[in-house]
């Protein structure tokens, strides 16, 4: 038997539920979507990291402002990540450069 070197801190279904407000069945549908990372523990139930708390938040600023299903959800995320990814490349260039022109 393997055993891990150090217990992984996690949610179960009930206290994910109860920290983010959402029903458990829109907490397994957010799951099976693929917008909310989990998996299955010993006994089958699903156990949720605790960063996606505010994933689980974020999903429901994003339904609630722009109106968009959850199935939407996954690609406005995405989107909005990469948008902030190639910001902060920007941002790194921009300061590695010194306000330097290249023409």
């Known amino acids: 038997m393997i055993r891990p070197l150090v217990r992984l801190a996690h949610l179960d279904m009930e ?4 920290a983010t407000g959402l029903h458990p069945e ?12 989990a998996w299955r523990g010993p006994g089958g139930d699903l156990c949720f990291p605790p960063d996606q708390v505010a994933a689980a938040g ?3 600023r994003l339904h609630a402002g722009l109106a968009v299903n959850y199935a939407s959800l996954g690609l406005v995320a995405d989107l909005l990540d990469r948008i902030a990814e190639l910001e902060a490349a920007l941002r ?8 330097a022109t290249w023409t």
Do not use: K
């Not at 790194?92 to 306000?99: E, I, L």
């Open 15 to 18: 206290g994910f539920a109860r």
């Open 26 to 37: 829109l907490v397994r549908r957010l799951v099976a979507l693929g917008l909310i990372e």
């Open 58 to 60: 974020r999903l429901q």
């Open 92 to 99: 790194t260039r921009s300061r590695t450069t010194r306000g």
